[in-house]
């Protein structure tokens, strides 16, 4: 079964640079989530959609990234501009139902790796 | 709000040893508990989750994790390390407002010798 995916696996941009971080979720799945992971600040949630529709972005830093999810089978999370501090591993997550009522499971992708310089 | 506090940066153990990751965890109510497993270049993968019910959970890969409401604990442990276990380790907590989504601590770093 494919888990969640997501593209590119890793990516050097220029500062300034617009930066789109894409995602295929598992399909089936309702809950669709955008983590980043520093040395700093460690992992944080982002947003979190459900079926389709952003629920909580207060975790979105901010107004250079947002997030967006089409579809229920694919979510991109953009920077423009970007900036060196927003270099980390971005990752991707989903499960089935509501996640912030079902308690089911959370599949996380292998993550993209960003460095702005 | 709910916090996570995970108070090793690094353990290390040798190979067969028993292992044992602190986890210590603030919230007003019941938590929702987790703990998940990240192996190098890796997302991260779920071992073990804690909601209700028996306060010993058992997990994937031989791991289990007790919670302890009067130490405000979710420890992980396992009885025989191996190597393959190597790896960061990361408890999370549900958010507050009774949601199941986690929020992450700082992370362990599992270092296992030959």
């Known amino acids: 079964d494919a888990g969640v995916i997501q593209s590119p696996r890793h990516e050097v941009t220029e500062m300034g640079q617009e930066v789109t971080l894409r995602c295929k979720p598992i399909?089936?799945?309702?809950?669709l989530f955008w983590y980043r992971q520093t040395m700093m600040r460690g992992l944080e949630l982002l947003i979190y959609?459900?079926?389709?529709?952003?629920?909580?972005d207060s975790g979105m830093p901010e107004d250079r990234f947002s997030a967006k999810m089409p579809n229920a089978s694919f979510s991109t999370l953009k920077i423009q501009p970007s900036e060196p501090r927003d270099s980390a591993v971005y990752f991707c997550?989903?499960?089935?139902?509501?996640?912030?009522?079902?308690?089911?499971?959370?599949?996380f992708g292998e993550g993209s790796w960003l460095t702005v310089v | 709000a709910q916090s996570v506090t995970q108070p090793d940066i690094h353990i290390t153990v040798s190979e067969g040893a028993s292992l044992e990751l602190r986890c210590n965890y603030s919230?007003?109510?019941?938590?929702?508990l987790f703990w998940y497993v990240q192996s190098p270049g890796q997302g991260l993968q779920l071992l073990l989750k804690?909601?209700?019910?028996?306060?010993l959970v058992q997990g994937i890969k031989g791991f289990e994790a007790e919670f302890k409401r009067s130490q405000s604990s979710f420890n992980l442990r396992k009885p025989s390390v191996h190597w393959s276990d190597a790896a960061e380790y990361f408890c999370?907590?549900?958010?507050?407002?009774?949601?199941?989504?986690?929020?992450f601590g700082r992370g362990t770093s599992l270092i296992v010798h030959p």
């Open positions: 997550a989903s499960s089935s139902g509501d996640a912030s009522i079902s308690g089911n499971t959370i599949y």
């Open positions: 399909s089936g799945h309702n809950s």
């Open positions: 959609f459900n079926n389709n529709v952003p629920i909580d």
């Open positions: 919230y007003g109510a019941t938590p929702y």
């Open positions: 804690y909601f209700s019910g028996d306060t």
């Open positions: 999370a907590v549900g958010a507050s407002g009774g949601s199941y989504i986690p929020t």
